[in-house]
């Protein structure tokens, strides 16, 4: 289970970027067509943030879709998933363009008072 | 620990070189490792403090999580690109016949009188047993043992390329942790990564596996002289391969009676010649 450790990376990466500071919210790029699934990732989160400033934090998960282009009637289809088809039918179609993203966008740290 | 796949353990992987049996343990510098406090962004105070609730403050950061790995991939590709080294990244399930593979086509080259023109980088979780048969052969290579590991990382294939110096214009094969998820996502800057799946493993792999297909740029359906004793469908299997990845190259061969193998031949001499000279 790749995501568990992603979460880890995410978490060490965060407090320390937060130096201590209470966490509110961590956003996220995945890429609909990177092979993390967010359920996962979500599922990890609540445990490996305990005891970490970012505990109890909300994890915005932005799920980015790839594109591609089909060979057979010439559309633009927007991939959530690799086996996605075109609308016409065919799987016939370049290669996927995007939606590979696994990134920390941003994350909002509480201000001292 | 393995940052990717959960699989923990606190040794680091173990390099031996198999010509000299010199072993070492690698330096893996992972992604978690502290990312540079200094790039912090200083978060500016207001002046007047608010006695209300605590506000947030808005931190971008725009880290990639795998971008450790991608910087030492691109290092290493252009290092390869200026030798004019062309570096292959063998994939598959275990038993998929990787190694088997591997030897059959050294003993090929050897015989074509280029044994030194191929170098090998075995990827193996524990033994040397694969490295040995590699170096029966004849041909340079390093064991990378990754422990606990499930995949190599570029920081791995780094340390292995300075133990074997592959020499310019020569071939380079990287023989993956066999492993069908993982190394899909690590980019180890080759130039193209080979899936190997055999017939015993069912027609549906290319679907059950899409990411690892999709980064392939070849598939290499091995064990074929095994189809008439499995049910298995060459053309539903082509097919399923196709819809994750339509520009796969594939071949169909039997590394043990050594039908097709010309074809795999013909791809990798295709490969070299069209490197840049």
């Excluded at chain 1, 990177?34 to 109890?56: H, I, K, N, R």
């Excluded at chain 2, 940052?3 to 000299?20: D, F, H, I, V």
């Excluded at chain 2, 399930?93 to 059959?104: F, H, I, N, V």
């Excluded at chain 2, 020569?170 to 998820?181: F, Q, Y």
């Amino acid at each position: 289970m790749h995501e568990l450790s992603l979460v880890r990376s995410i978490v060490q990466t965060c407090s320390e970027y937060a130096g201590g500071a209470p966490v509110r919210r961590i956003t996220l790029e995945v890429g609909a067509l990177s092979c993390v699934m967010a359920e996962a990732l979500q599922f990890c989160f609540a445990a490996v943030s305990d005891g970490t400033p970012l505990a109890g934090a909300e994890l915005e998960i932005l799920r980015r879709p790839g594109y591609s282009r089909c060979r057979d009637c010439g559309a633009d289809i927007e991939l959530q998933s690799l086996l996605d088809v075109c609308a016409c039918g065919s799987a016939n179609m370049s290669p996927p363009q995007g939606g590979d993203q696994l990134r920390i966008q941003s994350m909002e740290i509480e201000e001292a008072l | 620990m393995c940052t990717t796949c959960g699989c923990s353990g606190g040794a680091r992987p173990l390099l031996t070189n198999t010509a000299t049996g010199k072993t070492s343990r690698l330096e893996v510098a992972h992604i978690e490792a502290p990312i540079g406090v200094a790039q912090r962004v200083p978060r500016p105070r207001a002046g007047v403090r608010s006695t209300a609730a605590p506000t947030a403050d808005l931190q971008h950061l725009e880290r990639d999580l795998l971008a450790h790995n991608n910087t030492i991939a691109a290092r290493i590709r252009d290092w390869l690109r200026a030798r004019n080294i062309l570096a292959l990244n063998l994939v598959s399930s275990p038993g998929a016949g990787k190694t088997t593979l591997l030897e059959r086509t050294l003993r090929h080259l050897r015989d074509l009188g280029d044994s030194t023109a191929v170098s090998v980088v075995e990827g193996d979780q524990e033994t040397r047993f694969d490295a040995e048969r590699i170096r029966a052969t004849g041909c340079p290579s390093v064991q990378v043992n990754t422990g606990t590991g499930c995949h190599l990382e570029a920081s791995m294939l780094a340390g292995a390329l300075e133990e074997l110096m592959p020499a310019p214009g020569s071939l380079l094969m990287i023989e993956n942790v066999g492993n069908l998820v993982c190394p899909a996502l690590f980019d180890l800057g080759e130039h193209a990564k080979v899936a190997i799946l055999s017939v015993t493993e069912g027609e549906d792999k290319p679907l059950k596996y899409p990411h690892m297909f999709r980064a392939a740029s070849l598939m290499i359906l091995n064990k074929i002289d095994l189809l008439p004793y499995v049910d298995f469908d060459v053309e539903t299997c082509l097919g399923f391969a196709r819809r994750v990845n339509p520009d796969i190259a594939v071949v169909q061969v039997s590394a043990r009676t050594g039908a097709g193998l010309p074809d795999w031949y013909a791809w990798l001499q295709a490969q070299q010649s069209a490197l840049p000279a």
